[in-house]
């Protein structure tokens, strides 16, 4: 009798055990459930929030700054592929080269960047290079330096040492607009890589306004004398 009782307390005991261990089981899964939730969850945002680091904030500046430069180094671009063909100065066509090599790449960076942030990228139509102001620097659309469609043509038709003294004027004008439109994105830009764009555009084409104008200054006395 008191071994049947003993067996049955026995029995009642681990089938209490039992129970609490499955009640626990389910508790520990659970949590791990949420845990993995909690995972699952910071996966699902977390590269949301790496693109958006990656990408950076713009603001209209860096905008105005890509629509605008786009046009403004396509002219430049132009009127670089014309010395191969009427410049006379192997300096001139070397400049070109280089100003050409230099601002392809620009423009498709910059096309990207409009691409991806939903905004227009400025056409490439016929002619549309061709839009600007020669004297005042700028046109309808704000671009410092943008060449009139007289200034291209003249530019088109000249060959020789007269190309080479008309190119390096307008080039130096060109890229004095160039500076000025990315100096005011380096100070009003929020797009890490535009104002590092902006940056450059200051850096090489100061440096090269300078080569021009001394080559200017190598023509000058040439012709002089």
Not at 106 to 127: F, N
Not at 193 to 205: R, W, Y
Request: proline residues 3%; glycine residues 10%; contains cysteine.
């Amino acid at each position: 009798m008191t071994s049947t009782r003993t067996r049955a307390r026995t029995l009642t005991r681990r089938a209490g055990l039992a129970a609490t261990a499955v009640a626990a089981a389910l508790v520990l899964a659970a949590c791990g459930s949420d845990d993995g939730a909690d995972t699952a969850a910071g996966a699902q945002t977390s590269p949301s929030a790496s693109a958006d680091t990656a990408s950076g904030a713009h603001n209209d500046q860096d905008v105005s700054f890509a629509q605008g430069m786009i046009p403004h180094h396509r002219q430049a671009v132009q009127m670089a592929d014309m010395a191969a063909g009427r410049a006379s100065s192997t300096a001139v066509k070397d400049l070109a080269s280089r100003i050409q090599k230099a601002q392809d790449p620009e423009i498709r960076t910059m096309s990207g960047w409009l691409k991806a942030w939903g905004e227009d990228v400025p056409s490439a139509a016929p002619g549309m290079d061709h839009s600007g102001g020669h004297s005042s620097g700028s046109d309808s659309s704000g671009m410092a330096g943008m060449m009139d469609p007289k200034d291209m043509d003249e530019l088109m038709k000249a060959s020789g040492k007269a190309f080479d003294t008309l190119f390096l004027t307008m080039m130096v004008e060109h890229h004095e607009g160039a500076v000025e439109m990315a100096t005011t994105e380096k100070a009003k830009g929020q797009y890490g890589p535009a104002t590092k764009l902006a940056d450059d555009v200051v850096t090489a084409q100061t440096a090269e306004i300078e080569e021009m104008n001394k080559l200017l200054g190598m023509s000058g006395s040439k012709s002089g004398s």
